[in-house]
C-alpha cells in the first residue's frame, strides 16, 4: 500500500469505535468498542489515527468501524490534539463509565455478586441517562433534574466503589480548586459527603422500606396532602349511589377531612362520564398532628338514592330519591401517612361492609368494621391508589402537576393547617347533623326522619349553593339527610361544608327542618315539615358561633308558620340560649313562644368554624374593628396582649394591618405609638415561641408582600430608643422588644426601603442621625452600670437580644451605603434585594468609615467575656455585608475582629463562631473584586496564624471542627505570598527563640496533619490542595533555617531534625504516592500538580549537603527517614538522593574511622521499610550501582564500602523474596523465606533482628500446628540466654507475654513454652532433655521447689506416654525443583520434607503441586539433566526415602524397648536412603535374580529432621550398588524376622485371628514357593557362580545358614497355628504340615539342622525387647541394609513408585464388634478374587485352603487389626492395593503396645543388617490395661469385667471395636519352653481400625487414640 494516497482529514477528526477490530498486520490499529480515536488522514475508506488512551501507537482502521463526534481541534501537525465537543456533564459520565466498568470487571473476576449487582445496575442507569441528555429532546427543567439525577449518581458511586469525591458548583460543574478558594472548596467538600452520605442511607433504608428523602422532604414542610385516585366501585347496589370518601381518627372516632364526593349510577360507572378514568382527589392540609394520630383510617360511606326498601320493585307507587344507608368500607392508612409504605402505582382493595339493619347507623358500621380483623366482602369494594405528597395545595400543584391538576378535587381538613399563610383566605363553617330523638306521635312506629338543611339570612331568603355535601361536588341550596327506616333516636354523624360570603355571615342563620318520609308515593306526597330547628351564625357580641355541640330547641307549628323566618328568629335557637334568656320548661305541656311551641324531641348538631375572618375572640373582633369605635383603642390594644396565641397567629395579617393602619393613621400624635409597638412586640414574640415558630415564614412573607407602613420606621425607632433610654424604668418591656429585636428592625429597615421607593431618599440624613443616635442609646446602656439593664445585657433569649440588634445594624449601614438595602446585608436576615439607586450625594460623606467606626464602637462596649457568642455571629454577618467588601471599611474592622478573634480563641471560647468569621474573613479577601487585600492578609498572618496553629495543635482528631480550622490555616497559607512569609519571620524580631519556637510548633503540626490527615482519603482535591500549600510553606521555612540557623554559633539542632521528619514525611504520605493510583488519576494530579515527592526530595538534599560540619549530629538518627525517601519510586529522586547515603558513610568515616552506626541502622531500618511495602528490584539495582560507584573513588571506603554495598544487596535480596512470599497463601514458602533471612542475620551477627524473624517463623508453625517446629525455633532463641542474672536486653523480649527481667527468668519461661510445644508436637524425648536442664535450675540454683515438683510429675508423665502412647511415623519424601522458574531459594535444589502424620505421597504431590500449578512432575527419579536445570519451566521430582537410624551412644548394643527405639528411626535424623533395581548384563528369563542390583542414593541434610522446618535442603548425596547376593540376603533376613514377628504375636495374644498366620505360612511352605528361596539357589549356588566369584564364598555360606534358620521359625508357626486351627481347616492344616515336613527335609538337608533356644527365665516388665546390634560386612566394609523390593518388583504398587524398604501390608477388618473372620475376605473387591485365581504359582492347594478360608466359620473372637508383613520378590505377587496399608502413609490410628510376653535371646541367629531391627508386638484387645498394668506382668489375672446385659452398657468402652474384649480377660499366653530369639524386627505396630473416638480412658489406664 502506498502512503503518498493519504489525505490529511479536515473534519473527520474524532470518533468512537462501535465495533471491536483485530489487527491483522502490523500497521493496523486494534480497537474495542467504545475507544476513541484521533484521526489524522483517509484513504478510500480507511482512516489512519491513534487511540487517545494510548497516543503514541499509530495505525490504520475502517471507516465504518467509527461513528464521528463533533470536537475542537488544537496545534496543528505533530502537536495536534482534539477536544470532544459534548457537554462537560456527558465527558464526565464517559470517563466514570469507563473508570467504573474495569472495576466491575474485577468484581465479576472475584465473585463479589452482590457488588457486582449494585454496580452493574448504576453503570446502565448512568449510560441510559447519558444516552437521554445526548439526544437534545429533553425541556429545560427536565435535564436539569436528570443532570442532578446523574452528578448524584456518580458521586454516590464513587463512595461506594472508594473512589474519590467530586465536589460540583451548584449547577454540577465539577470545580476547579484553582479558581476556587480553599474555604469554598472545603465547604464543597462538606457538603458532597453530606449529600452522598444521605444518599447512602437512602439506598439502606429503601432496602428497609424507608424513604429516607422523602422523610427529609417531610420534615422540611409543615404540611402534607394524602392523593387518592379512585379506581373502581365493585358493589351491586342497584339504584344511583353517593359514594363518600373522608379520613377518620379511629381512636377519638371522628371525621378529619372534609368528604370527597363521587356520584355512582346503577350502570355501575361514575355518573359524570367525563370524569371516568379521572376519579382523582387530594386531601390536604395534614400536619405533624396528624402525624402523630395513632391510626389514620380512609373511609368511604356508600348511600344509595332510590327507593325506601329495595326489595320493593313496584316502581311507580313508590317514592324515589330517598338517601338510603348502604354500606361502608374502611382501610387504615396509618403506613402510607407515615411513610413506612409509598407506592403510588399499588391498587388497594377496600373490602366493602353492607349494613345490617334499617337500624344499622352508618357510623357505628365504619366503628365495627375497625374493630373487625377480617370483612366478609365476597369481592365488593373499591379499588383506589394512595400516595402522601408534601406541601400545601400551592406546593402540590407545583410540584406534582401531573398528579394535581384544576381537575383535582380538594378535601381540606376539617380545622385549620399549622400554618396559615397571608393571602390564604378562607371562611368554612363545618356542620354535622349529629343525632335527634323523635316521638313517633300518632304513628303506630317510629317516623322515618330526614333532616333538611338550608341557609336563609335574616330577611327569610335563603342563600343559594353555599351548602357543599363533598369536595368535588357542586354547591346546593339545601342538603337532606340520610333517613333510617323507623327509628326514634337517629344518629348521622353527616358533615357538610357551609362556605358563605364573609359579608353574609352576621345575617345568616343555618335552618334545619324534619320530615316522616313514606315509602309509598302518595303516603309521601301528603306528607308535611312537622317541626324546625335553627341556629344563627353571629352571636349578639360580634363573634361567631362557638365550635362544639349545640343542642338546638325543635320547634313545632304549622308548615307555612314554621317557613316564615320573622316568626321564629327572635326566639332561643339552643336549650343554652333560652337558659341564658330564663326560660325553662315547666311541667308536662310544651311551652310555647310566640308562635311555636317548643317540642320534646331533640336535635344536636356540631359545628366548626375555619375562617381567616372570623373570630371567636371578642378581643381581637375589637381591635380588627378599630375604626367602629376609637375610643375602645386603647383598650382594645392592651387586651390584645390577652388573647389566645393560636387565635391571633389565625389572623396575622389582619392583626398585623390593623396595628400599622392605627400607626399611620395617627402619625401625628404619640398617643398610640407605644401599644401599638408594645402589640407589635407581642405577636413577634408570639411567633417566636416554639408552638407558633411555623409561623416565622408567614411573618416574613408578610414583611415582603404585604406591609405597606412607609413611615412606621421613624415611630418604631423612637419607641425603641425611648425604651433604651430608660431601660431603668422600662426593663420589662425593653426585655421583651430585645427579644422582637430582629422582626423590628426589618419592619423598620422594610419601611425605610418603600419610602425611599416613593420619595427618593428624602428625610436620608435625619434617618442616619435617628439611628445613629439609638445605636448611640445602646452603647451608653452598654456601659451603664445600674441594676437593671444588667439584666437587659445578660439577657439572652432564644439566640436574639442583643445580637439581632447588631445583627441587623451593619445591615442599616451597608444599605445606606450602598442604597440598595438588600436582605443579605442583614446578615442571616433574609429580606429580598430592592434594585439599587444613585447614591444621595448628602451621604457620601458617611460612606466608609462612620457605621464602621460605630460598629467598631460597639462591640468594643459589649461587657468582656459577655454576649461572646452573639457578638461573634454579629461579625460573621457584618463579614457577609456589602461593608466589608469595601477596602476602607475592613481597614477599621479587620483589626477589631482579628483582635476578638485572637482574644477568644487564646481563651478556647466559642470556637465554632470563631473559625466561622475566620473563614468568612478569609473567604472575602480571596475575592478579587474587594480591592487590595494585602495588607489584610499580612494582619491576619500576624495576629493569628500563630494562634489558629495552636488551636489546631490543641483540637483532637475527633472535635468536629478540627477540618475548618485546618481549612482557615491553609487558606491563610494559601493566600500569603513570598513578602507576608518574609514580613512573618521578621515580626518576631530580635527574640530568636520565638522563630525557633514558632517554627518547631509548625514543623510538628504539619507532620501531624499529614500523618493523620483531617480530612477523608477521597477528599482528592482538598488534600492535594494541603499538600501544595504545605510544599511552599515548608519551603518558605527551609530557607528560614538556612539563613538564621545554620552557621556554627546559631544551629538549631532539633529543628533541622524536626524539618528534616516534616520533609521525609510529607514526600513519604500516602496521597502523594502517584503509582498507586489509576493511569486517569496519575495523569490528572501530575498535569496539575507535578510530582511534589520530586520537588521536596530535591529540597531535602539540597538542606542535608548544606549542613555541612553539623552532619555527623544527624547519623544514625536520619539514615532512617532518609532510607524512606530514597525507596520512594521516582527514579529521579532516587538518583538524586541515594548518595546522600555515602555522604553519610564517609562522614561517620571521617570522625570515627569506621561506618559502624551508619550501617547498623541502614539495616535495621531497611528491614522494616521493605516488610511494609517499600522497596523493589530496582531501588536494589540502583543502590548497588551509585554507592559502589562512590566507594570505589574513595580512597579509604573502596574496600569496607564494597563490603557493605554487597551485604546490603544480599539482605535486600532476601528481604524482597520474603515479602513477595509472605503475601502467598503457601505458609511452607512463607516458612522458607523467614529461615532465610533469620540465617542471614545470624551470619551477620544481627541477634535483634534475628530474634524478630525467629518469633515470626514460630508464629507461622503455630498457625500450621508445626508444635514440635515451633518448639525447635523457640530453642533457638532460648539458646541466645544464660542461666544467670544478667539483665535482658530489652531486643531478647521481644514478646509481649514474657515478664521478665533477668536472662534466666526468660530463659525459664521460655524453656516452660518450648516444653509445651513438645509436648503437644509428641516429641517426650526432647522435652525430657529440657526439663532435665530446668530441674537442675529449679534444684540447685533456684531453690523452686514447687516449680521442681511440678515438672517432674509432666517428666513423669512423658516418660509414661513414650512407653505407652503410639506416635504416627511419618514418612519423609525427597523433592527436587529444577528450571529456573522457581524462585532462587528453591532453585536447582533438593529438599527432604518431613511429610504430616498419616501422610501418603500423592497427598503430598498434589500438595506441592497446588504451590506451583505451572509445574510439571518428572517421572522419573534420575538426576536431572543440565538442560532441564536451565530451562525457563518447573520440573518437580517427588518419591520417598528411608530415614537412617542413628541411636544415641547409650542404646547401642543393649537391649532397649521398641517404643523407644521406634522414636530415633524417624527423628533426629539427617541421612536418608533411596534404593531403586538396576540390571545388569542379559536379562534370565529363568532367574530375574542373578542380574538384579540396587542402586542406593544416600542423601544428607544440612540439619536433623524435625528441626525448625519440616524441610531441609540436601547437602551432599552419594551412590553406591548393591549386588544380587547382598539383596537376597537382606530379603531372607526381613522374611524370617516376619514370620518370627507373627509367631510372637500369637505367644503374646492367645486370641489373634489365625487367617493371617495361615496365609504366611502357607505363601512361604506352599511346594510353589518353597520357601521363596528357590531362585537363591538357582541364581547364587550354583557352581558357575562360585567360579566367577570366589570372593562372595562368605556370604553364600551366610545365605545358607538364614535359609537354615527359617525352618525352625516355621516349625514354631506350624506348631501354633496346629493349636489354634479350627476343625473347618483342618484339612488345610494338615495339607500345610505336609508342605512343610518336605521342605523341613529338603532344607536340613542341605543346609544343616537349627534349633532354637530355650527362652530364659521372664525377665523383668513384659515388653519386648530389640537387639541392637552393630554389624559390618566383614567383605566389603560397609553397613548393608534391606533393598526396596517394592521397587524391584512391576509398578503394581501406584501408593509408593520407589518406596525404600519393605511393604507391610495389614488387613483392615471392617468396624464391627465381634464379626466372623470370613466376612474379612468377602469384603475383599471382585478385582482381588480374579487376580488370585489368575495366579499361577497358587497350587489347588492353596486354593483349596482359599475356598475353605471363606467357607468356613471362625468361631467368634475380637476382630483386630492384623499386620501380614510379606515381602514381595518375583516369586510372589503383591497384594491388591484395597489390602495395603501403608506404612507410614495410611496409618490412621494408634493404640498404646499392650504388655508382650517378654524375650531373651541366649543363642540368635547372627543378624545381617546393622540397622536396627524391631520386634513390635501387637496389642490386642484383651492385653488392653485396664488398671494402668499389664495383664502379662507376674502372671497376675485382673478380675473379670462384670456381666452386663448388652454391649453398650459399658459405656465408652465398647464405643469402637479396638476397645472391645471378651467380657472375661483370658489368661495370660502359657510360659513357653522353647520360645525362638528374637529376630531384628523391622515390624512396625499394626495401625488400629478407624475410630470415631479422639481418646479414651479406661478407668486409670490411658489409651491414646490418635485420629
Same mark, same amino acid.
Given at each position: ?87 462537560p456533564l456527558v465527558h464526565e459520565v464517559t470517563t466514570t463509565l469507563r473508570e467504573w466498568a474495569s472495576i466491575w470487571r474485577d468484581l465479576y473476576v472475584g465473585d463479589k455478586r452482590e457488588m457486582f449487582n449494585t454496580v452493574r445496575d448504576m453503570l446502565y442507569d448512568l449510560i441510559e441517562w447519558r444516552s437521554q441528555i445526548l439526544s437534545g429532546t429533553l425541556p429545560q427543567d427536565e435535564l436539569s433534574e436528570l443532570k442532578q439525577k446523574v452528578t448524584s449518581k456518580i458521586d454516590y458511586g464513587n463512595k461506594v466503589l472508594d473512589l474519590d469525591l467530586v465536589v460540583r458548583d451548584k449547577d454540577g460543574n465539577i470545580l476547579d480548586p484553582d479558581l476556587t478558594s480553599t474555604i469554598s472548596l472545603f465547604r464543597a467538600h462538606e457538603a458532597a459527603s453530606r449529600q452522598i452520605e444521605e444518599r447512602i442511607q437512602e439506598e439502606k433504608s429503601q432496602k428497609q422500606n424507608l424513604d429516607l428523602s422523602r422523610q427529609a422532604k417531610f420534615a422540611s414542610t409543615p404540611s402534607f396532602a394524602l392523593f387518592v385516585t379512585l379506581k373502581n366501585v365493585v358493589c351491586k347496589i342497584g339504584e344511583d349511589a353517593e359514594v363518600l370518601m373522608s379520613l377518620y381518627d379511629p381512636i377519638e372516632s371522628k371525621f378529619i377531612s372534609e368528604n370527597y364526593l363521587v356520584r355512582w349510577s346503577s350502570s355501575g360507572l361514575v355518573k359524570d362520564i367525563d370524569q371516568l378514568h379521572n376519579l382523582r382527589a387530594v386531601f390536604t392540609d395534614l400536619g405533624s398532628e396528624d402525624l402523630k394520630r395513632e391510626k389514620i383510617s380512609f373511609v368511604c360511606q356508600i348511600v ?118 397571608p393571602g390564604d383566605v378562607r371562611n368554612d363553617i363545618y356542620v354535622t347533623l349529629v343525632q335527634g330523638d323523635f316521638d313517633k306521635g300518632s304513628k303506630t312506629t317510629p317516623k322515618n326522619v330526614e333532616v333538611t338543611m338550608s341557609v336563609y339570612d335574616e330577611d327569610g331568603k335563603r342563600l343559594e349553593n353555599v351548602i357543599f355535601p363533598g369536595a368535588g361536588d357542586e354547591g346546593i341550596s339545601e342538603y337532606k339527610s340520610v333517613i333510617y327506616y323507623q327509628v326514634k333516636q337517629p ?34 306526597? #301528603? $306528607?308535611?315539615?312537622?317541626? @324546625?330547628? !335553627?341556629?344563627? =351564625?353571629?352571636?349578639?357580641? *360580634? ?125 401625628? #400624635? $404619640?398617643?398610640?405609638?407605644? @401599644?401599638? !409597638?408594645?402589640? =407589635?412586640?407581642?405577636?413577634? *414574640? ?18 415582603r408582600k404585604h406591609f405597606s407602613a412607609t413611615l412606621a420606621y421613624t415611630k418604631l425607632t423612637k419607641v425603641l430608643k425611648n425604651y433604651v433610654d430608660h431601660a431603668e424604668k422600662l426593663t420589662d418591656q425593653l426585655l421583651k422588644a430585645m427579644k422582637a429585636l430582629e422582626y423590628i428592625f426589618k419592619f423598620i429597615v422594610r419601611s425605610r426601603v418603600l419610602f425611599n421607593q416613593l420619595y427618593e431618599n428624602k428625610g436620608e440624613a435625619d434617618f442616619m442621625e435617628s439611628l445613629r443616635n439609638l445605636f448611640t442609646s445602646f452603647s451608653t446602656m452598654m456601659n451603664s452600670d445600674a441594676e437593671t439593664t444588667s439584666m437587659v445585657k445578660k439577657a439572652r433569649p432564644s439566640k436574639l437580644s442583643i445580637q439581632k440588634m ?257 520533609a521525609v514525611a510529607f514526600l513519604t504520605q500516602e496521597s502523594l504516592q502517584l503509582e498507586n493510583f489509576s493511569s486517569d488519576k496519575r495523569a490528572k494530579i501530575f498535569h496539575k500538580y507535578q510530582d511534589m515527592r520530586r520537588q521536596i526530595g530535591f529540597e531535602i538534599r539540597d538542606m542535608w549537603y548544606n549542613l555541612g560540619p553539623h552532619k555527623i549530629k544527624f547519623i544514625p538518627e536520619m539514615v532512617g527517614p532518609i532510607l524512606e525517601m530514597t525507596l520512594v519510586p521516582e527514579i529521579e529522586l532516587r538518583k538524586a538522593t541515594i548518595p546522600i547515603f555515602f555522604d553519610m558513610m564517609q562522614c561517620e568515616f571521617h570522625f570515627t574511622r569506621s561506618f559502624q552506626r551508619f550501617e547498623n541502622e541502614i539495616i535495621t531500618k531497611l528491614d522494616h521499610e521493605v516488610e511494609g511495602g517499600r522497596g523493589d528490584e530496582q531501588y536494589k539495582i540502583l543502590f548497588q550501582k551509585i554507592l559502589l560507584e562512590h566507594c570505589r573513588k574513595h580512597k579509604y571506603l573502596a574496600k569496607s564500602g564494597e563490603n557493605f554495598v554487597s551485604l546490603v544487596v544480599r539482605l535486600l535480596e532476601r528481604l524482597l523474596d520474603y515479602r513477595t512470599i509472605m503475601h502467598d497463601e503457601n505458609k511452607e514458602n512463607r516458612m522458607s523465606c523467614t529461615v532465610n533471612v533469620l540465617n542471614f542475620y545470624k551470619e551477620i551477627e544481627r541477634e535483634e533482628m534475628y530474634i524478630r524473624y525467629l518469633y515470626k517463623l514460630c508464629d507461622l508453625h503455630k498457625e500450621c500446628d508445626n508444635y514440635t517446629e515451633a518448639a525447635y525455633t523457640l530453642l533457638l532463641h532460648a539458646k541466645l540466654l544464660k542461666w544467670s542474672e544478667e539483665a535482658c536486653a ?85 523433592v527436587g525443583y529444577y528450571g529456573l522458574g522457581f524462585p532462587s531459594f528453591l532453585r536447582n535444589k533438593m529438599f527432604i520434607y518431613r511429610g504430616k502424620e498419616y501422610e501418603r505421597r500423592e497427598d503430598f504431590e498434589a500438595r506441592l503441586l497446588t504451590q506451583f500449578p505451572n509445574a510439571e512432575k518428572m517421572k522419573t527419579t534420575t538426576a536431572p539433566s543440565e538442560d532441564l536445570r536451565l530451562s525457563s519451566g518447573q520440573y518437580i521430582q517427588c518419591f520417598t526415602v528411608k530415614p537412617i537410624l542413628e541411636l544415641p551412644p547409650k542404646f547401642q548394643n543393649k537391649p532397649v524397648p521398641e517404643q523407644i527405639v521406634s522414636f530415633y528411626t524417624i527423628n533426629e535424623v539427617n541421612k536418608f536412603q533411596y534404593s531403586r533395581p538396576v540390571r545388569k548384563g542379559e536379562k534370565d528369563p529363568d532367574n530375574e535374580f542373578a542380574n538384579m542390583w540396587i542402586e542406593r542414593t544416600t542423601y544428607v541434610t544440612a540439619y536433623k529432621l524435625p528441626g525448625i522446618l519440616r524441610w531441609f535442603e540436601v547437602l551432599s548425596m552419594s551412590t553406591e550398588e548393591i549386588s544380587p547376593l547382598e539383596n537376597a540376603m537382606e530379603t531372607m533376613q526381613l522374611t524370617n524376622e516376619k514370620i518370627n514377628n507373627m509367631v510372637q504375636r500369637h505367644l503374646n495374644d492367645p486370641n489373634l485371628p489365625i487367617n493371617p498366620l495361615s496365609m504366611l505360612l502357607n505363601g512361604i511352605v506352599d511346594p510353589a514357593v518353597m520357601g521363596g528361596f528357590a531362585n537363591y539357589e538357582k541364581a547364587f549356588f550354583t557352581d558357575k557362580y562360585i567360579q566367577e566369584h570366589p570372593e562372595d ?61 530355650p527362652m530364659a527365665d521372664e525377665r523383668r516388665g513384659s515388653r519386648p525387647r530389640s537387639m541392637v546390634r552393630s554389624f559390618t560386612m566383614p567383605s566389603s566394609q560397609r553397613p548393608l541394609s534391606v533393598a526396596s523390593v517394592t521397587s524391584i518388583s512391576s509398578d503394581t504398587s501406584p501408593s509408593r513408585p520407589g518406596s525404600d524398604g519393605f511393604a507391610l501390608e495389614p488387613l483392615l477388618p471392617k468396624k464391627q464388634h465381634f464379626k466372623s473372620q470370613d466376612k474379612l475376605d468377602r469384603d475383599e473387591p471382585e478385582k482381588d478374587k480374579k487376580e488370585k485365581k489368575k495366579e499361577k504359582r497358587n497350587s489347588k492347594h492353596q486354593e483349596i485352603f482359599d475356598k475353605e478360608l471363606k467357607t468356613t466359620d471362625i468361631p467368634m473372637q475380637p476382630t483386630e487389626a492384623v499386620i501380614l508383613s510379606e515381602t514381595i520378590s518375583p516369586l510372589r505377587p503383591q497384594r491388591p492395593k484395597s489390602q495395603v496399608i501403608n506404612l507410614a502413609g495410611e496409618k490412621r490410628l494408634s493404640v498404646s503396645p499392650g504388655p508382650a510376653v517378654p524375650q531373651t535371646a541366649s543363642s540368635a541367629p547372627p543378624p545381617i543388617t546393622p540397622r536396627v531391627k524391631l520386634s513390635f508386638s501387637m496389642l490386642s484387645s484383651s492385653n488392653l490395661e485396664l488398671n494402668g498394668m499389664g495383664c502379662g506382668d507376674k502372671g497376675e489375672i485382673p478380675p473379670p ?46 495401625p488400629p481400625p478407624k475410630t470415631t473416638r479422639k481418646q479414651a480412658s479406661i478407668d486409670s489406664g490411658i489409651v491414646h487414640v490418635t485420629e
Open positions: 500500500m502506498r502512503m503518498s494516497r493519504w489525505v490529511p482529514t479536515k473534519k473527520e477528526k474524532y470518533g468512537v469505535a462501535i465495533y471491536n477490530y483485530d489487527a491483522r498486520s502490523d500497521e493496523e490499529l486494534s480497537l474495542q468498542i467504545g475507544d476513541t480515536v484521533h484521526i489524522l488522514e483517509t484513504y478510500e475508506g480507511w482512516y489512519r489515527g491513534n487511540r487517545l488512551r494510548r497516543k503514541s501507537k499509530k495505525g490504520i482502521f475502517p471507516a465504518c468501524y467509527i461513528h464521528l463526534k463533533e470536537a475542537t481541534v488544537e496545534g496543528s501537525g505533530p502537536k495536534e490534539t482534539v477536544i470532544p465537543t459534548e457537554l344509595r338514592v332510590g327507593r325506601m326498601e329495595l326489595r320493593d320493585n313496584n316502581t311507580k307507587k313508590l317514592t324515589s330519591g330517598l338517601r338510603r344507608p348502604f354500606g361502608v368500607a374502611v382501610m387504615d392508612v396509618t403506613d402510607i401517612i407515615t411513610g413506612k409504605m409509598d407506592d403510588e402505582d399499588k391498587q388497594h382493595f377496600i373490602p366493602f361492609q353492607p349494613v345490617a339493619g334499617e337500624s344499622d347507623f352508618l357510623q357505628s358500621v365504619i366503628n365495627k368494621v375497625i374493630a373487625a380483623k377480617e370483612v366478609n366482602h365476597k369481592g365488593q369494594g373499591l379499588w383506589v391508589t394512595l400516595k402522601l405528597l408534601p406541601g400545601d395545595i400551592h406546593q402540590i400543584r407545583k410540584d406534582f402537576p401531573h398528579l394535581v391538576d384544576r381537575s383535582t378535587a380538594v378535601a381540606r381538613k376539617m380545622g385549620f393547617p399549622e400554618i396559615i399563610m344518629r348521622w354523624f353527616e358533615t357538610i361544608k357551609v362556605a358563605i360570603p364573609i359579608e353574609d355571615v352576621n345575617r345568616s342563620h343555618l335552618r334545619f327542618t324534619f320530615k316522616h318520609r313514606s315509602s309509598q308515593d302518595y303516603k309521601d306526597k #301528603s $306528607e308535611k315539615i312537622f317541626a @324546625l330547628s !335553627f341556629v344563627k =351564625l353571629m352571636r349578639y357580641d *360580634g363573634t361567631t358561633l362557638r365550635d362544639g355541640e349545640h343542642d338546638l330547641i325543635v320547634y313545632k307549628a304549622e308548615a307555612k308558620k314554621l317557613e316564615d323566618s320573622s316568626l321564629y328568629l327572635n326566639l332561643p335557637a339552643t336549650k343554652l340560649e333560652m337558659e341564658e334568656k330564663g326560660h325553662f320548661p315547666t311541667g308536662k305541656s310544651m311551652p310555647t313562644l310566640g308562635n311555636c311551641t317548643i317540642s320534646k324531641d331533640s336535635f344536636q348538631i356540631a359545628t366548626l368554624v375555619c375562617s381567616t375572618k372570623l373570630t371567636q375572640n371578642v378581643d381581637l373582633l375589637g381591635l380588627l374593628k378599630w375604626r367602629s369605635n376609637t375610643s375602645l383603642l386603647q383598650q382594645n390594644l392592651r387586651q390584645l396582649m390577652k388573647v389566645d396565641g393560636g387565635e391571633v397567629v389565625k389572623f396575622l395579617q389582619d392583626t398585623l394591618d390593623a396595628l400599622f393602619n392605627i400607626m399611620m393613621e395617627n402619625s401625628d #400624635s $404619640e398617643t398610640f405609638d407605644t @401599644l401599638v !409597638f408594645d402589640a =407589635l412586640v407581642f405577636i413577634i *414574640g408570639l411567633i417566636a415561641d416554639r408552638k407558633f415558630h411555623h409561623f416565622n415564614p408567614v411573618l416574613e412573607t408578610y414583611i447588631e445583627h441587623s445594624m451593619p445591615g442599616i449601614w451597608t444599605n445606606q451605603v450602598c442604597s440598595q438595602l438588600p436582605g443579605s446585608a442583614l446578615g442571616a436576615l433574609p429580606c429580598p434585594a430592592v434594585h439599587g439607586m444613585e447614591l444621595s450625594r448628602s451621604c457620601s460623606a458617611l460612606l466608609d468609615t462612620a457605621p464602621s467606626k460605630l460598629f467598631t464602637e460597639f462591640i468594643l462596649k459589649v461587657p468582656p467575656g459577655r454576649l461572646v457568642k452573639q457578638k461573634l455571629y454579629c461579625m460573621i454577618d457584618i463579614v457577609h455585608s456589602d461593608l466589608f467588601t469595601q477596602h476602607d471599611c475592613r481597614e477599621i474592622l479587620l483589626p477589631l475582629m482579628t483582635d476578638q478573634l485572637k482574644f477568644h480563641l487564646e481563651q478556647h471560647e466559642e470556637l465554632e463562631a470563631c473559625c466561622q468569621l475566620l473563614s468568612n474573613i478569609l473567604e472575602v479577601l480571596y475575592r478579587s473584586d474587594v480591592g487590595p487585600t494585602q495588607w489584610h492578609v499580612q494582619i491576619i498572618m500576624e495576629k493569628l496564624l500563630r494562634t489558629v496553629n495552636r488551636t489546631v495543635i490543641s483540637l483532637g482528631r475527633d472535635s468536629s471542627l478540627i477540618g475548618s480550622f485546618v481549612a482557615s490555616m491553609t487558606a491563610t497559607l494559601r493566600q500569603m505570598d513570598d513578602y507576608h512569609y518574609t514580613h512573618l519571620i521578621n515580626t518576631f524580631g530580635k527574640m530568636r527563640t520565638d522563630v525557633v519556637d514558632f517554627l518547631m510548633e509548625t514543623f510538628i503540626m504539619f507532620k501531624d496533619l499529614i500523618g493523620k490527615n483531617v480530612y477523608p482519603a477521597d477528599w482528592v482535591i482538598m488534600n492535594t490542595m494541603q499538600n501544595k500549600v504545605f510544599l511552599r510553606a515548608i519551603n518558605q521555612y527551609a530557607t528560614v533555617l538556612n539563613k538564621k540557623f545554620l552557621d556554627q554559633t546559631s544551629f538549631e539542632l532539633q529543628l533541622w531534625n524536626n524539618y528534616f521528619h516534616l530489652a531486643h531478647l523480649t521481644q514478646r509481649d507475654g514474657y515478664q521478665a527481667t533477668t536472662q534466666g527468668q526468660l530463659k525459664d519461661q521460655l524453656y516452660q513454652e518450648i516444653i509445651n510445644y513438645f509436648d503437644k508436637g509428641k516429641m517426650w524425648e526432647e522435652a525430657i532433655i529440657l526439663g532435665k536442664e530446668l530441674a537442675e535450675q529449679y534444684e540447685n540454683e533456684m531453690f523452686d521447689f514447687e516449680q521442681l515438683s511440678a515438672l517432674l510429675r509432666k517428666q513423669a508423665q512423658f516418660y509414661e506416654n513414650i512407653v505407652k502412647v503410639i506416635r504416627p511415623k511419618p514418612d519423609y519424601f525427597a564364598q562368605e556370604k553364600i555360606d551366610k545365605l545358607k545358614d538364614l535359609i537354615a534358620w527359617q525352618i525352625p521359625y516355621l516349625a514354631e508357626g506350624v506348631r501354633i497355628h496346629g493349636e489354634k486351627v479350627t476343625e473347618a481347616l483342618r484339612p488345610f492344616h494338615e495339607r500345610l504340615e505336609a508342605c512343610f515336613r518336605q521342605l523341613k527335609e529338603k532344607v536340613e538337608k542341605q543346609y544343616g539342622v537349627k534349633t532354637l533356644p469385667l462384670p456381666i452386663k446385659s448388652g454391649m453398650g452398657d459399658y459405656g465408652n468402652l465398647m464405643d469402637s471395636q479396638e476397645l472391645a474384649s471378651p467380657t472375661t480377660p483370658p489368661p495370660p499366653p502359657p510360659h513357653q519352653r522353647h520360645m525362638p530369639p528374637p529376630l531384628p524386627s523391622k515390624t512396625p505396630p499394626p
